[in-house]
């Protein structure tokens, strides 16, 4: 018996080596097998001529293409004349390749048996295309690939369209490779499978080879699989965070980033020619055998191009090679047609385009913004410009950004597919602004900063400045266009952590845009449109709302519109309690509840003390109700605190249950500190285990930002179960008094921001906020002060 090899073993070597070893094995496996298998005929006599006539092993899968990846499965088919003793030698060769410890997808198939499960089965057909030869009767093996290739040809119109709905699934279940943060290198939309299939299609002769670039690509991913699971140990396609560090090193590249960007734009390029060569087949199979050869009308768009089909394609007057417009023409011609390119123009283009002349003429310009303001048709089209180098050629800061990772959660998109997908959210809004060429170009290009280091809002500003000039963008207009870019954070970071509220929040707004209402304007389209290619949690009613609200004040400070009413206004009481017992002044506490947008605003009530604002964000966390905002008013002892909420499960808030867990709060009934600890350990056991930790919490004080004796105070820190409690618990045990607060959680970080102010109205000194500051980053760490405490202190709270 041959010396089996062992898994890790395997997995050591390199992948052409890999399947030589286990070819050479499973060859010896078949030869033992055989010779302890007396070969009969059909009636039981001994047969004749050699011992592995009419039977071969044959690999498929991975192993048949030469790619098995360690630990991978062996896909094996034995396939036979019909010999009766198949069974006893099907398992003499099966076993001792699980004795091996290998993992092992088998079966025995007669020729006509394969054939007719292919014929049924896309999956088992994709398999059989990859068959190849290990060991036996090699005429057996040419005859199975001779017929299931003459099979899949022939029943191609059947199974075709079942292969192209699989690919759908895979993008709708796993996503796209290009813009994963853990990408499954085998099933995303633009994996491995990408190149299997489009193997399988050219099988079909449906569609020629892919180019080499594919190739490439596929070679490399194939590589990283490897390297995944060598560093792993484990058989899985899932590119996880913690091994991209390990699998960058082993691959030579930089570091993880280096090694996702390598990723996606391998994954794209696979599925930029996927997409293209389906399009061809789809062509293909619907389209009627007499009208093969019947002439396809050509129909005018633009200088040099036309319509042919469903494609755009160079005229026969058209002059790549001098014509500057040609490209961004073209481009603008099929993305206003909501066509695409054809490959051929394509490469045309690339081949003989010029470059721009700088500045850019008026023509060339306007064909660019065309191309941005046909929205969500434009997506594709740049795309396709992309995949042939085309935009890089005449954006070369694009370079810097594509295919660049974003690894905050929020993000669905690398850098440049979300610059792209920007674009496209502004082109729906270019009739709420007066300069709508601004807006677009602004959208597409305000994170262009993220391709060099530093702060890619400053950066960007140099990088736009240069760009917008070499457009030909009037000294103006790229004044404008840098503004944008370097403020595109400035009405979202500000209506979401700060006071809105606050005249000087609004002076500040107004004094970085230049008191310019047409700037406010672009800027708030700008928020819009980074917000919708984004994502959802990134851009949610609530914050829409907050984002209007914050434009609004500053427009009315510029004399362009109304004052707006506050964003937080009480609502009416619903259900009151009896005053709880506790020392001081008594009254009832009220709880009032209303739908607001995406969320609900829920309103206290109760008699003012210290730590009143922290027990009320407790009963809320205790009721699963995340806090967006709060802002409180306290007028002779009575405290109303509005708080703008979300359920963080659906449920809304209930106002019996909120006022009945105030009371109980109030009288020491309810430990909140507690049952929010029990709460956070509940959750997170089990679920931290070999977790990275975050960075430390961090506390920041703005005193530009304060007015009078309020003072601004910003804790970021990992988001967890009663964190506003713990935050607002820790600032009453130092006696500050809350005014309003706003809380924005960024994936699994919180940034928290409080206006505080000392009860006596004496300005924070230095040894105050200090005091202030170990107290929050105590409390942002997991201790929780009990403001039950600082409620029943009353008037003589610390300082």
Known sequence: MPQPPTPPALAGLPRAERVQVLDDWLGGLLTEALAGTPRTGRRGADAGGPADAGIALVAVGSLGRRELPPLG?????????????????????????????????????????????????????????????????????????????????????????????????????????????????KEAYGGLREGQVLRA?????????????????????????????????????????????????????????????????????????????????????????????????????????????????????????????LVLRGAAAAARADLLLSPYTLKVLAVHAPPLPEPWPPEVRWSFLRLLASGRSAVPVLEQLDQEGLLARMLPEWDRVRSLPQRHPWHRFTVDRHLVEAAAAAAELTRDVDRPDLLLVGSLLHDIGKGW???????????????????????????????????????????????????LTVDRVVEAIGGDPAVLQLLHALAQADGAATSTSAWSPWKAHLVAALVARVAARLGSAPVPEPVLEPSDPQVATPAPEIPGPTA?????????????????????????????????????????????????????????????????????????????????????????????????????????????????????????????????????????HRLTAALAGTGLDISSATVETLGADAVDAFYVCDPSGTPLDPPRRARAEQALLAAAGGRAPDPVAALRAGADSPD
């Open 73 to 185: 499965d062996l896909d094996l088919v034995l396939v036979h004349d019909g010999r009766p003793e198949i069974a006893a030698l099907a398992d003499a060769l099966w076993y001792p390749v699980w004795d091996a410890g290998l993992r092992l997808d088998h079966s025995v198939r007669t020729i006509a048996e394969a054939v007719s499960v292919a014929g049924d089965d896309v999956k088992a057909g994709l398999g059989l295309l990859d068959a190849r030869h290990v060991a036996g009767d090699a005429e057996v093996t040419a005859e199975l690939r001779t017929t299931t290739l003459a099979s899949w040809r022939q029943h191609a119109g059947r199974l075709l369209p079942q292969l192209r709905e699989l690919r759908r699934a895979r993008a709708r279940q796993v996503g796209e490779l290009g813009f994963l943060l853990e990408p499954d290198l």
């Open 201 to 325: 299609l050219a099988a079909a002769q449906l569609a020629d080879a892919p180019p080499a670039d594919a190739g490439e690509a596929y070679a490399f991913l194939l590589d990283v699989r490897d390297e995944l699971r060598r560093s792993s140990g484990r058989a899985g396609d899932v590119l996880v965070r913690q091994e991209q560090a390990a699998v960058a090193a082993a691959l030579q590249l930089a570091d993880d980033d280096a090694l996702l960007r390598q990723v996606s734009l391998a994954g794209r390029r696979l599925a930029f020619v996927a997409d293209e060569t389906w399009r061809r087949v789809d062509a293909a199979l619907v389209r009627r055998p007499r009208a093969r050869y019947r002439r396809v009308r050509r129909e005018p768009l633009a200088e040099g191009l036309v319509r042919q089909g469903d494609e755009v394609v160079l005229a026969r007057d058209a002059r790549p090679a001098v014509d500057h417009g």
């Open 453 to 503: 280091p530093g702060d890619h809002s400053e950066v960007g500003a140099v990088v736009m400045e240069d760009m917008a000039t070499r457009m030909g963008f009037s000294p103006p207009d790229v004044e404008t266009l840098v503004t944008l870019v370097r403020h595109h954070l400035l009405l979202p970071a500000t209506a979401t952590r700060r006071d809105i509220d606050d005249p």
């Open 588 to 724: 009832p506490v009220t709880v009032g509840v209303e739908d607001v947008l995406d969320g609900q605003q829920v309103t206290f009530g109760a008699a003012d003390r210290p730590g009143l604002f922290s027990l009320c964000a407790g009963v809320l966390a205790l009721n699963q109700l995340d806090v967006r905002a709060a802002r409180v008013n306290v007028r002779d002892g009575h405290g109303t605190l509005v708080f703008a909420v979300r359920p963080r499960f659906g449920r809304p808030p209930v106002p019996e249950i909120l006022a009945d867990g105030v009371r109980a709060a109030l009288e020491g009934t309810l430990p909140i500190a507690e049952r929010l600890q029990q709460r956070e350990r509940d959750y997170s056991r089990g679920a931290t285990a070999g977790a990275v930790a975050g960075p430390p919490p961090r506390v920041s004080w703005f005193d530009a930002e304060a007015t009078g004796t309020t003072s601004l105070v910003e804790v970021r820190a990992a988001d967890r179960a009663g964190l506003l």
